[in-house]
């Protein structure tokens, strides 16, 4: 990527109209090396389970990102370059804070059997990749070309605040993998792999439930001298918990792909993710046109459920599991009446709806505990993961 990007930089920079476009596409393309260098070391920390050394250089590459943007941008008024100068010195950093980890197991030969297999395992997974990016972004473009800029604006500030299950999703995968990875072979791998689905999921909807419950109280704050979300964004808000849902099951979709990485079969991987961006793109044209934000909100939903399911027929075939479904659709049903109540409670006294909505939370708590949906066993399996 980078000898490409350097090679065709003049053409490259012509799209752009940016003061420096040539220099800022040289510099852009040494990013991607500097990434790929320290992408294996920071994979050797996670499937060593060094989660501490590897969460606090990912903090300090991300500190030093952002500390250099203020200087260059801020101070110094860079602008664009400054950007991009910020990015390559934090990637730097981070390289040269991995060096040690490299040296010490930098091997040099050549395996072309090893080769082969890396490249069967790993090329399938480059359309899955790409239409997950579709799928993330092509509501956006679509919306703008449908609606209106107020219904975008609305659409694009409530999306953000599906955030929290984003990132819930997102370090999940980062602790996902080097643990199904370290105990596949495992003799009750697959049960224990069974257990984590279903604390994920009862995780994911009290993760849901608080945020959904905290949203009005969040967006009224103080922030900076006015408020959090502008008031005029405030009648979009209902579309969150469609998002976080979406979100949820992507979740799905990650736990359910271990099996594929396990066995090696990511050849299924596309069939998923290209079918629900597809999906995403034909939705988003049939529903935002009549309902707006909320059409490109379902779109969403629909699209990660579909990617769901489908992974979940595979991999019935590549690598069965016997997940506590019965668990897993209770505590989602739950959630989603919960939610519910939530829309029907009388408008009152912020404080009383805050003391409501915490007994709510507790009686969630309560009912799955009562229906043993959570174990006391549990516990040790959190600690493991």
């Not at 395992?121 to 070309?145: E, N, Y």
């Not at 001298?225 to 405030?234: A, F, T, V």
């Not at 736990?255 to 596309?270: D, M, R, S, V, W």
Request: charged residues 10%.
């Amino acid at each position: 990527n980078t000898i490409i990007i350097e090679i065709f930089a003049p053409q490259i920079s012509g799209f752009f109209n940016l003061q420096n476009s040539l220099t800022i596409t040289r510099l852009v393309a040494l990013i991607p090396a500097l990434d790929a260098l320290v992408l294996i070391p920071f994979s050797y920390l996670r499937i060593t389970n060094q989660a501490v050394k590897f969460s606090m250089l990912r903090f300090v590459a991300i500190l030093i990102n952002v500390i250099m943007n203020v200087i260059l941008i801020v101070v110094l008024h860079y602008g664009a370059l400054g950007i991009i100068v910020a990015q390559i010195i934090s990637s730097s950093a981070a390289f040269l804070i991995m060096l040690p980890i490299i040296l010490k197991n930098l091997q040099f030969h050549y395996d072309f059997r090893l080769i082969k297999k890396m490249l069967a395992f790993g090329l399938p997974t480059v359309p899955a990749s790409l239409s997950g990016i579709i799928l993330q972004v092509a509501d956006k473009p679509i919306m703008r070309l449908l609606t209106n800029s107020q219904n975008v604006a609305i659409y694009g500030v409530n999306y953000r605040l599906g955030i929290p299950m984003m990132l819930f999703v997102s370090v999940f995968e980062y602790a996902w993998k080097p643990f199904y990875l370290n105990h596949y072979k495992d003799e009750d791998a697959k049960e224990l792999f069974s257990r984590i689905f279903t604390l994920f999921t009862i995780v994911a909807m009290l993760l849901l439930l608080v945020w959904t419950y905290s949203l009005e109280f969040v967006v009224r704050l103080p922030f900076l001298g006015g408020r959090l979300i502008k008031s005029d964004y405030w009648v979009g808000l209902d579309i969150v918990p469609i998002i976080l849902f979406g979100y949820f099951f992507n979740g799905i979709y990650i736990n359910l792909t271990a099996g594929f990485l396990i066995e090696k079969q990511t050849k299924y991987l596309p069939i998923a993710v290209v079918t629900a961006a597809l999906i995403n793109i034909v939705t988003n044209f049939l529903l935002i046109p009549k309902y707006t934000y909320w059409g490109g909100a379902w779109a969403t939903f629909i699209a990660y459920f579909i990617a769901a399911v489908i992974i979940y027929l595979y991999s019935r075939k590549v690598y069965p599991i016997n997940y506590d479904w019965r668990s897993i659709f209770e505590t989602v049903l739950i959630s989603a009446i919960f939610i519910i109540i939530n829309i029907f409670l009388p408008e009152s006294n912020l404080i009383v709806l805050f003391i409501v909505r915490c007994i709510l939370l507790i009686a969630f708590v309560a009912i799955l505990y009562y229906l043993k949906i959570i174990k006391y066993s549990d516990i040790k399996v959190l600690e493991s993961f």
